[in-house]
């Protein structure tokens, strides 16, 4: 069922949201005080919606929603709570999940759910996590795998599975790996924020003859491994090692998030419409990161992904240098 979780969001994700153009809210603490009649994309540290939207697409450290939201509402997050009702379903991933609105149908999956007293779930509802608590009302099925359940609400039909103690939040994302994830999607806005231009020249390079730099970037990262180990054989060599080695960790890294950023603005396009760098930042980041979560498929792709970012970082590495030593030619 949590393979269906996982699935579903990112369905949901790469599906057009609407005719209208999207509205987005970015930053350290976004808070919506006035009425979106418009699909909104959110994020960032602590997102709070206090007012009306058309549907909600979110995710950050912490995420808020105290007001009715007409359509859908996928977020994730480290702790995601939903107290206004929600016209359509209900997608969540996070390490805390509470939901004490009303809904069509929820599909959750968390470290911690919870179905509060007052909060009913009109259809369906499919929860996955550690440890799940239906104190509301789903009038008709309540599918739930968890290593705890207490259900002392009300359900049409309830089936539950249980679920190794040593679960994972998110199948392929534990804990520590939603807040690692947190900590690359700040570290990309820094990037974009202070060095826009060689990011750019990177993203360009993933987006130019993506294949040949995927297979470039595969056996690059092995020969710079190997070629890295044999440097550190000798005493002499082993700070230049050192230094490498920390080089090539920093790419790796780093590879994914010029990939994340390209996907965004690939999406992007099919909207027409002008977005910041940092909403396509989001966007992409977002749906590369729920891709990894596919069981089998999410790990071809990671590996994709980290090849093409690394090839696409040598092209673009040996692209500055070509202009670097065009400009400083000396005349005769």
Not at 174 to 187: S, Y
Not at 304 to 329: E, H, M, P, Q
């Amino acid at each position: 069922m949590k393979h269906q979780v996982v699935l579903i969001l990112v369905l949901l994700c790469l599906l057009p949201i609407g005719a209208q153009a999207l509205t987005f809210v970015s930053g350290n603490q976004p808070v919506i005080d006035e009425p979106i009649d418009d699909d909104v994309f959110g994020s960032g540290g602590t997102v709070t919606v206090n007012a009306p939207v058309s549907s909600l697409t979110v995710a950050g450290g912490t995420v808020t929603v105290n007001a009715p939201v007409d359509g859908d509402v996928v977020a994730a997050g480290g702790t995601i709570i939903v107290n206004g009702d929600v016209g359509g379903k209900i997608l969540a991933a996070g390490g805390t999940v509470e939901v004490n609105g009303n809904a069509t149908n929820a599909v959750i999956t968390g470290g911690t759910v919870r179905i509060g007293e007052n909060a009913v779930i009109q259809r369906d509802a499919a929860i996955s996590g550690g440890t799940v608590v239906n104190a509301g009302t789903v009038v008709q099925n309540l599918s739930v795998s968890a290593s705890f359940f207490e259900n002392p609400g009300i359900a049409g039909s309830v089936t539950f599975q249980e679920a190794p103690e040593a679960e994972q939040i998110v199948p392929g994302l534990g804990l520590v790996g939603i807040l690692l994830a947190i900590g690359f999607f700040i570290l990309g806005v820094v990037l974009l924020r202070l060095f826009p231009a060689p990011f750019s020249s990177v993203v360009r390079e993933v987006e130019s003859r993506p294949l040949i730099k995927t297979i470039v970037g595969f056996f690059m990262i092995i020969v710079s491994a190997v070629v890295i180990l044999i440097i550190a054989i000798t005493v002499i060599g082993l700070p230049v090692a050192g230094l490498f080695g920390l080089l090539y960790i920093a790419a790796l890294l780093l590879s994914y998030l010029f990939v994340a950023y390209a996907l965004g603005d690939v999406i992007a396009l099919r909207f027409r419409q002008r977005w910041s760098p940092i909403a396509v930042f989001a966007l992409g980041f977002i749906i590369l990161h729920l891709l990894f979560l596919i069981p089998v498929v999410g790990g071809i792709i990671w590996g994709i992904s980290i090849s093409l970012g690394y090839g696409a970082l040598l092209y673009a590495i040996k692209g500055a240098r070509r202009t670097l030593s065009g400009g400083c030619g000396v005349s005769a």
